[in-house]
Structures are given as structure tokens and as C-alpha cells.
């Protein structure tokens, strides 16, 4: 049977706490057991994710673009592999699931995309009464933990890790609780399509215990809390932990989202700072 790892700057480590946990199919049988993080987890791919950040926010939007299609193509190289894994994790027919798994990798393609181009849109020169150049770029906020949607385990995961490592930030993400496995085989894809290590951790396990670790380190710069959509007492202890160092956060939707619409670039434009510089024209 495949032992499940940690995915931690680049590397598989298992938990420190040496825990794991039973995960099930959507009938209840047994699948494999992941690694439970624990505190020290969250810690160490903060540590990792900020030691990332400085290389990966300072390349430029043409490469990162070209890392995220690398990853696409990965992901369609092992297609029947995701789908039987999202098949078994949601309770979906194979068919259905295989359709989860080709929009997944529509929307890597589609965010790919915005890498050089959601400055032109974020950005751009204002207009000032006075002999200056006003120009507002877009910058990357730093260090995102994500907590990924709990009913939609790739989707979903896609959905939401995508656009904030394509816009230069590094993430800790927090896959699923009941259904880990399809995040962590996209550890595998990540580290060996490019992606440096570090931009992107994965943590599965209890969403409650990991979430409020990184909701309260210093070091997080931003919260999307996608995953913890259904839970408002959970997403309330987040946001108030966020604010003792004025993390960004992102609420998640009210009601079920349909991670299949179009996505827009909302979650492109959550994860940027404006930086408007001051410059004279020298007339």
C-alpha cells in the first residue's frame, strides 16, 4: 500500500508527530492512512514557505506562467490516476470524476495565463495634478495559508492554490480533511514539474488544529478560508487569531460554491498589494 507524505520545502517528510489518521471513500471503506500534522508541521512550511518567497515573487510572471502549465501537463499525464482517487474521495462515477479532473486542469491552463497579464489589469498610471509619473503595480502579498475547499478535493484545490502561487506569493495549504489523498498526489506533480521548493506545502490532517496554527503565526501573511465554508464558529476564531498581525483574509462563500463557474479574477487580485511609486517627469 502507498504511504502518504507530508509535502514540506520540496521534500516528503512524515509528520513530526509521527501520527496519521484513516481516510475512507465515500462508503466508509478504509483507503489509506494520512499523515496527521501537527504543530511543529505548520511551523516548518512557514519556514520554508518564506524561505521560497523571495526566488519565486522575484521572477518574472512570464516564467511563473510557464511553471503552471508544466504542472498542467503533469496533471493530464496522470489523469486516470486523479480521477480514481477523486472518484473514490467523493463518491462520484469515474466519468464524472474524470470531468472534475479535466476542468482542474482547465483551470491551471486558465490561471497560467493571468500570470503576465493581471498587472495590466491591477496596475497601471495615475493621473496627478503636478510634474510626476503616479504609476500603482501589483506586488505579492508573501506567505498565503490556504485551507482548501472540504467537498470539492482537486477542483477545488486548483481553484484556490493556483492563483495565489501564479501572482508570486508562496502557499501552506491545508488539503481536505476526509479527502487528503488527490492533494497529496499533487505533491508528487508539484515537485517534479519546476515548481521550487517551498512554494507550495501541503499539510493534511485536522483542518481545526492545523488552521489555527498558521491563522496565529506571525510570519502568515494571508488567510483564504475556503476550507472552512459550513463552519462560521471555526472561520470567526480564524479571522480573530488573523488579526493580531493584520493578516489579509480571505471569507468564504455562503452557501455551496460551484468550483466549475467561471472563476474571474477575484482570487487573483485577493493575494496582491498596489505599490504606487512617485517619480518626476524632469521638465
Given at each position: 500500500?502507498?504511504?502518504?507524505?507530508?509535502?514540506?520545502?520540496?521534500?516528503?517528510?512524515?509528520?513530526?508527530s509521527?501520527?496519521?489518521?484513516?481516510?475512507?471513500?465515500?462508503?466508509?471503506?478504509?483507503?489509506?492512512?494520512?499523515?496527521?500534522?501537527?504543530?511543529?508541521d505548520?511551523?516548518?512550511?512557514?519556514?520554508?514557505?518564506r524561505?521560497?518567497?523571495?526566488?519565486?515573487?522575484?521572477?518574472?510572471?512570464?516564467?511563473?506562467?510557464?511553471?503552471?502549465?508544466r504542472?498542467?501537463?503533469?496533471?493530464e499525464?496522470?489523469?486516470e490516476?486523479?480521477?480514481?482517487?477523486?472518484?473514490?474521495?467523493?463518491?462520484?462515477?469515474?466519468?464524472d470524476?474524470?470531468?472534475?479532473?479535466?476542468?482542474?486542469?482547465?483551470?491551471?491552463?486558465?490561471?497560467?495565463?493571468?500570470?503576465?497579464?493581471?498587472?495590466?489589469?491591477?496596475?497601471?498610471?495615475?493621473?496627478?495634478?503636478?510634474?510626476?509619473?503616479?504609476?500603482?503595480?501589483?506586488?505579492?502579498?508573501?506567505?498565503?495559508?490556504v485551507?482548501?475547499?472540504?467537498?470539492?478535493?482537486?477542483?477545488?484545490?486548483a481553484?484556490?492554490l493556483?492563483?495565489?502561487?501564479v501572482?508570486?506569493?508562496?502557499?501552506?495549504?491545508?488539503?481536505?480533511?476526509?479527502?487528503?489523498?488527490?492533494?497529496?498526489?499533487?505533491?508528487?506533480?508539484?515537485?517534479t514539474s519546476?515548481?521550487p521548493?517551498?512554494?507550495?506545502?501541503?499539510?493534511?490532517?485536522?483542518?481545526?488544529?492545523?488552521?489555527?496554527?498558521?491563522?496565529?503565526?506571525?510570519?502568515v501573511?494571508?488567510l483564504?478560508?475556503?476550507?472552512?465554508?459550513?463552519?462560521?464558529?471555526?472561520?470567526?476564531?480564524?479571522e480573530?487569531?488573523?488579526?493580531?498581525?493584520?493578516?489579509?483574509v480571505?471569507?468564504?462563500?455562503?452557501?455551496?460554491?460551484d468550483?466549475s463557474?467561471d472563476?474571474?479574477?477575484?482570487?487573483?487580485?485577493a493575494?496582491?498589494?498596489?505599490?504606487?511609486?512617485?517619480h518626476?517627469?524632469?521638465?
Amino acid at each position: 500500500m502507498k504511504t502518504y507524505k507530508l509535502f514540506v520545502g520540496g521534500k516528503f517528510p512524515r509528520s513530526e508527530s509521527g501520527r496519521v489518521y484513516e481516510v475512507t471513500d465515500s462508503e466508509g471503506n478504509w483507503l489509506a492512512n494520512a499523515p496527521q500534522s501537527s504543530r511543529k508541521d505548520a511551523r516548518d512550511a512557514v519556514t520554508a514557505a518564506r524561505k521560497a518567497f523571495g526566488g519565486w515573487s522575484g521572477a518574472t510572471a512570464y516564467n511563473r506562467g510557464q511553471i503552471l502549465y508544466r504542472v498542467a501537463e503533469m496533471l493530464e499525464g496522470r489523469r486516470e490516476q486523479f480521477a480514481a482517487e477523486v472518484a473514490a474521495a467523493e463518491g462520484l462515477p469515474v466519468a464524472d470524476a474524470a470531468a472534475q479532473v479535466d476542468a482542474a486542469v482547465d483551470r491551471w491552463v486558465w490561471y497560467a495565463g493571468w500570470s503576465d497579464k493581471i498587472a495590466q489589469v491591477a496596475g497601471g498610471a495615475n493621473p496627478v495634478a503636478g510634474p510626476f509619473f503616479n504609476l500603482s503595480t501589483p506586488e505579492p502579498t508573501g506567505v498565503v495559508a490556504v485551507l482548501a475547499p472540504q467537498e470539492s478535493s482537486f477542483l477545488g484545490l486548483a481553484s484556490v492554490l493556483a492563483p495565489v502561487i501564479v501572482t508570486g506569493n508562496t502557499a501552506v495549504v491545508v488539503p481536505s480533511e476526509k479527502s487528503p489523498l488527490p492533494a497529496l498526489s499533487l505533491s508528487e506533480v508539484l515537485a517534479t514539474s519546476d515548481v521550487p521548493g517551498g512554494v507550495v506545502n501541503v499539510l493534511s490532517g485536522r483542518t481545526r488544529e492545523v488552521a489555527a496554527t498558521l491563522a496565529a503565526h506571525q510570519d502568515v501573511n494571508a488567510l483564504d478560508l475556503a476550507g472552512a465554508a459550513g463552519d462560521a464558529e471555526l472561520a470567526e476564531e480564524l479571522e480573530t487569531a488573523a488579526a493580531e498581525n493584520l493578516k489579509r483574509v480571505l471569507r468564504p462563500e455562503e452557501g455551496d460554491a460551484d468550483w466549475s463557474a467561471d472563476p474571474g479574477i477575484s482570487r487573483l487580485l485577493a493575494f496582491l498589494e498596489t505599490k504606487t511609486v512617485w517619480h518626476p517627469i524632469g521638465v
